[in-house]
């Protein structure tokens, strides 16, 4: 659709904040604005009508065998061999484990490795991304998770969403993250637990943005969370799916879909690469609840270029 389009929202909603948070008295309810799943689904869509109308209702999908083997372990490599390098690498993009030398994470993964670039244009991610959002899309945020063995940390429930509206400026709920498997993700070692249906519900959260949040959300997040009691009425209502499979599983799921993980004490580590693609439509406003935007290597701001689809093999 064409950039008028986020115009055109912006005046039907006149000028109201459809998704107002970080308010300092009370966490609240909202009911979601947007559509989930903003194509209608054609036998030339990249993935199946049900599993379009299980991202639809679940705003989340997991899907195994979507790479070669070969392809599986050049991008296994490359992800070692970046953590190994962390050190190396610009220092805001690496998020090193709380009280530890361990790389947590590598943002702009893409300006870091030639093949890292690669996947983020295959049309297995960005392709389905176009789909589902029915629109182009440029890279919002990467990175390469890592959570070791016996050492990684969990990340408390959230939504996206919340944050990249309130701290990024994006204005609506038109942006899908898709996360390649690089090691077997098992509930043992740390998997990415969703809420399935959780996306059509908004949790405006309690509390202000703190000056520089991101110097510590991205350890362990604090703002911008849902309270225990509305944790465990989600819960109760949608229940929890553990996101499992082995390497080179792509899970892909919603802005607003409520999601979070275990800390890992097994010897297993996990980590998976790490894209989330918004809208060209949806491109980023001033912030709607902190005082100035996050730095570029977390969110990309102005005049991002679509991404260029590929459909020619990794390796």
Not at 226 to 231: A, E, G, K, V
Request: aromatic share 8%.
């Amino acid at each position: 659709m064409p950039l008028e389009f986020a115009d055109e929202q912006s005046a039907r909603s006149g000028g109201k904040d459809l998704y107002p948070s970080r308010r300092r008295d009370r966490e609240e309810w909202l009911e979601r604005a947007d559509p989930v799943l903003w194509s209608e689904w054609t036998p030339a869509a990249p993935i199946s009508r049900e599993q379009a109308e299980s991202f639809r209702r679940d705003g989340f999908l997991i899907l195994k065998d979507m790479f070669e083997a070969e392809e599986v372990t050049a991008l296994i490599e490359r992800a070692s061999a970046l953590r190994d390098d962390g050190k190396n690498l610009r220092r805001e993009d690496v998020v090193f484990e709380p009280k530890s030398e361990s790389v947590r994470t590598i943002f702009r993964l893409e300006e870091h490795d030639p093949l890292m670039m690669r996947l983020a244009c295959d049309r297995r991610l960005a392709g389905i991304a176009r789909f589902l959002l029915n629109d182009d899309v440029y890279i919002h945020q990467s990175r390469l998770n890592y959570k070791p063995g016996f050492t990684g940390k969990e990340f408390y429930w959230h939504s996206d969403f919340e944050t990249w509206h309130a701290e990024d400026g994006m204005p609506r709920m038109r942006a899908v993250s898709a996360s390649l498997l690089l090691t077997d993700n098992r509930a043992h070692n740390g998997a990415l637990m969703l809420m399935p249906g959780s996306q059509d519900i908004y949790i405006s959260c309690e509390g202000e943005t703190p000056d520089s949040n991101h110097e510590t959300s991205l350890k362990a997040q604090e703002v911008g969370t849902p309270s225990q009691d509305s944790l465990a009425r989600l819960s109760e209502r949608f229940g929890i799916t553990d996101a499992e499979g082995p390497a080179g599983t792509l899970i892909l799921f919603d802005c607003n879909t409520i999601h979070g993980s275990n800390g890992n004490i097994t010897p297993a580590p996990r980590s998976n690469a790490f894209f989330v693609y918004n809208a060209v439509s949806n491109r980023l406003q001033a912030p709607f609840a902190a005082a100035k935007p996050r730095p570029a290597y977390l969110a990309r701001r102005g005049d991002a270029e679509p991404v260029e689809i590929r459909a020619d093999r990794l390796v």
